[in-house]
């Protein structure tokens, strides 16, 4: 069962090979045994994972039932779960219990999914590293030594670990792609606006989208049918008709010997540079190649402000969060320090208790940024490079279907190696964070093993809303390799 697609999962279920409540149990007790050394998840809902499974039972013997229906999942701990605690991996939120779902929860909770618990994140999703936890480093499956990548670094972990067959993410920066890439699973952020917002915790509003890790695109396309689309709740949402992305999937391509006929790769020769390590290269190489070989001819393209990214997001995404973490004050709910003369000594106790150092470092360079005299010389100025960056993927994209690089500029480094330098840890996001700023749709898959047998992603850029045609492109990818199916030895 631990090797098996959802779509096999669901025949499974279908045929009665074993019940809900059988494979929910399988689940639950490879996540005891495998979690105390991997620290995926920060919380697991044994006892509710277990009452959803019987009533997702109860449902399949009633009638028709969708594709997901007592499919085990969980979600990344920056999702509100009605019931269930919501730390964002913060001491700020250790005993918050939301009253109320997220849309992306309550949406895949009436798809009949069963949720195990919530995995680990670096704190309010800032991080490269899920070091940053108030509940602990997350370890790499395929070297414990090693980091899982982040934000959603436990998200990344379980899949990998099959302690889950899917979970949510959310992806600011890169914190889907990139540690999807550094575990060798994967992981699809959408267009922005194309999967709501609403219920999950904010780090940089006009950053942050949602997505799925799985173990293939065809498991990813399954788990966006059920969570993405319109909301109303969410003011940033794309109204847009639903969609269908699985509906390319099981096209008969006119060749099947060159299921990629007729694509055009968009390789841009900023993503290959100096800063590449050369196992990583090689196997960027080696799966565009592949990707030829199954018809897909590769055009050179020009992405020349990517260097800007970098600096342009690091006072976008610091300016919003220090907005938006503002609301946690110690008044109405989170952390409050138990000694304090007057409410001004409250706020900073409280806060500077609840906070970890990145999150106090991202806040101050970000009120930094936004402060009268900065503003201008900053935070305009970052605006501005933004839209350039936007204009570049637009120019790019115009001359071809997708395009295509590392997710990472190495594969996974040894846990503590960042720890005392931000700034390269930062520069670890070179290949993602530019997406985030142009609001387009991405994603990691496994493409081969670098150095030590560790795992590397190929990460495939999209045009606005045209996640359905990058699913298919990964989808025939993965039909002709077998990485996205490997397993680290546990």
């Not at 007790?29 to 959803?52: C, E, H, K, M, S």
């Not at 701990?77 to 918050?96: A, H, P, Q, R, W």
């Amino acid at each position: 069962m631990l090797e098996l697609s959802l779509n096999q999962l669901a025949a499974g279920l279908s045929a009665k090979q074993f019940s809900c409540v059988e494979l929910t149990q399988t689940f639950l007790d490879r996540i005891a045994a495998l979690n105390p050394a991997l620290n995926a998840f920060i919380t697991v809902d044994r006892d509710g994972a277990l009452v959803q499974a019987a009533a997702a039972d109860a449902a399949r013997a009633a009638g028709a039932v969708g594709p997901l229906a007592g499919i085990p999942i969980a979600h990344k701990d920056i999702f509100c779960t009605e019931g269930v605690l919501t730390t964002c991996g913060s001491k700020m939120l250790e005993n918050f219990v939301s009253p109320y779902d997220a849309t992306v929860v309550a949406r895949l909770k009436a798809a009949g999914t069963v949720m195990l618990g919530k995995t680990n994140c670096d704190e309010f999703a800032m991080g490269s590293t899920n070091e940053n936890s108030a509940y602990g480093v997350v370890k790499n499956p395929w070297d414990l030594s090693r980091v899982p990548g982040g934000s959603s670094g436990g998200s990344a972990a379980a899949v990998a670990a099959r302690l889950a067959p899917a979970i949510t993410g959310t992806d600011t920066g890169g914190s889907i792609r990139q540690p999807a890439s550094l575990c060798g699973v994967t992981g699809l952020k959408p267009t922005y606006g194309a999967v709501s917002r609403w219920g999950m915790v904010a780090y940089a509003s006009s950053l942050d989208q949602g997505g799925p890790f799985a173990k293939s695109a065809e498991d990813c396309a399954l788990l966006l049918n059920a969570f993405a689309g319109f909301d109303e709740k969410d003011s940033t949402s794309a109204e847009r008709e639903t969609e269908d992305y699985t509906r390319l999937l099981a096209k008969v391509p006119a060749d099947p010997a060159k299921p990629l006929a007729g694509v055009r790769l968009g390789v841009p020769k900023e993503y290959f540079g100096d800063g590449l390590a050369a196992d990583v290269r090689a196997a960027i190489e080696t799966a565009i190649v592949e990707m030829e070989k199954l018809g897909a001819v590769r055009v050179e393209v020009s992405l020349p402000q990517t260097e800007l990214a970098i600096p342009a997001y690091y006072v976008i995404a610091p300016a919003e969060a220090s907005s938006n973490l503002s609301r946690f004050d110690g008044v109405r709910y989170g952390h409050r320090a138990a000694q304090y003369k007057d409410l001004m000594e409250m706020y900073c106790k409280s806060r500077a208790q609840g906070f970890g150092r990145e999150v106090q470092r991202r806040i101050m360079v970000g009120t930094y940024v936004l402060s009268h005299g900065y503003y201008d010389a900053y935070y305009l100025q970052a605006l501005k490079l933004r839209r350039l960056i936007a204009q570049d993927f637009s120019a790019a994209l115009a001359k071809c279907d997708v395009l295509l690089g590392p997710a990472s500029p190495t594969t996974a480094w040894p846990i503590g190696q960042m720890a005392d330098d931000p700034v390269q840890m930062y520069l670890a996001d070179i290949y993602t964070v530019a997406i985030n700023l142009a609001g387009l749709p991405a994603m990691s898959i496994p493409c081969g093993f670098g150095a030590g047998g560790l795992p590397v992603g190929l990460q495939m850029i999209g045009n606005y809303f045209d996640e359905a045609r990058m699913l298919e492109i990964a989808h025939r990818f993965q039909q002709a390799t077998d990485f996205h199916a490997k397993v680290p030895a546990l």
